[in-house]
Nanobody
Framework: QVQLVESGGAMVQPGGSLRLSCAAS????????MGWYRQAPGKQREPVAI?????????GQSVKGRFTLSRDNAENTLYLYLQMNSLRPEDTAVYYC???????????WGQGTQVSVSS
């Protein structure tokens, strides 16, 4: 079992910055894919930034050059951070932390954190 807890969502003005955090705990081992998705009202959930066991990070086209995903390991917890710069109104969405374990076919989601970009 894996627990994902997000934090950092807020309301910010266009052009502003936010940093989202995800604390992942539990049975995190072996091959995995983790990252962030987002879902805006009336739209499908879409990938924002994804990382596997290695260092390669894949970003959604609309966030490339503005968002940065990073990862840090602490005792029994893996942290994912999403640094979001130059925010736009179209970035408004609920952002979800995500973990997928292909060998066992399991996917976990956090509860989501709201990001609102508005003047």
């Amino acid at each position: 079992q894996v627990q994902l807890v997000e934090s950092g969502g807020a309301m910010v003005q266009p052009g502003g910055s936010l940093r989202l955090s995800c604390a992942a705990s539990g049975s995190i081992s072996g091959v995995y894919i983790m990252g962030w998705y987002r879902q805006a009202p009336g739209k499908q959930r879409e990938p924002v930034a994804i990382i596997g066991n290695g260092d390669r990070i894949d970003y959604g086209q609309s966030v490339k050059g503005r968002f940065t995903l990073s990862r840090d390991n602490a005792e029994n917890t893996l942290y994912l951070y999403l640094q979001m710069n130059s925010l736009r109104p179209e970035d408004t969405a609920v952002y979800y932390c995500y973990a997928h374990f292909p060998p066992i076919g399991r996917t976990y989601w956090g509860q989501g954190t709201q990001v609102s970009v508005s003047s």
